[in-house]
T-cell receptor, first 112, second 114 residues
């Protein structure tokens, strides 16, 4: 499947600070998805981006898809303890449109 | 409630003893998949199924088998488990026709092979 690099692997922030995680690919992506996994939980679908330069917001979360469709970011404004978890990006395989390859995830810790 | 149900949630077994992890979805999804999750390695795909009787290997299929005899069920079979298969396993489903709104994951099965 396609390879996607996700950074950073870990991030500790103070509550109220912002947080950003990035996904990068060497190839053009048809779309990108973001998932959140709470500690001890399972991944939960957050959003899908398909258009070049697309920006979508969900409350304090902002998702961006790069103009070249090779990178994406998830930004959380003013983190809260409820944001704790691991955030994964996932990309659709070009050979099999229904396959997803997941990034290694960014584990977010929010310090109260 | 739309969901993917995995069983069991926790399993400790011994090397070589065949086991099956069940997965069932009630959303009429065509696509189902198994992933394993290991620290620092993210989610790696084991097998996937595009529809009934259609299965294919993912990135880490060695030591695993699957079957898709019915649309709703996609069991994962370990014929002869080994300690390196100790992991957290997730089943996921998606797609109804050509519509994909993201995977729905089961709650996971934590497997320990001793």
């Amino acid at each position: 499947g396609q390879q996607v690099m996700q950074i950073p692997q870990y991030q500790h922030v103070q509550e109220g600070e912002d947080f950003t995680t990035y996904c990068n690919s060497s190839t053009t992506l048809s779309n990108i998805q973001w998932y959140k996994q709470r500690p001890g939980g399972h991944p939960v679908f957050l959003i899908q981006l398909v258009k070049s330069g697309e920006v979508k917001k969900q409350k304090r979360l902002t998702f961006q898809f790069g103009e070249a469709k090779k990178n994406s970011s998830l930004h959380i404004t003013a983190t809260q303890t409820t944001d704790v978890g691991t955030y994964f990006c996932a990309v659709r395989d070009s050979g099999s449109a229904r396959q997803l390859t997941f990034g290694s995830g960014t584990q977010l810790t929010v310090l109260p | 409630e739309a969901q993917v149900t995995q069983n069991p949630r926790y399993l400790i077994t011994v090397t070589g003893k065949k086991l099956t992890v069940t997965c069932s979805q009630n959303m009429n999804h065509e696509y189902m998949s198994w992933y394993r999750q290991d620290p620092g390695l993210g989610l790696r795909q084991i097998y996937y199924s595009m529809n009934v009787e259609v299965t294919d290997k993912g990135d880490v299929p060695e030591g695993y088998k699957v079957s898709r005899k019915e649309k709703r069920n996609f069991p994962l079979i370990l014929e002869s488990p080994s300690p390196n298969q100790t992991s957290l396993y997730f089943c996921a489903s998606g797609y109804r026709g050509d519509v994909f709104y993201g995977y729905t994951f089961g709650s996971g099965t934590r497997l320990t092979v001793v």
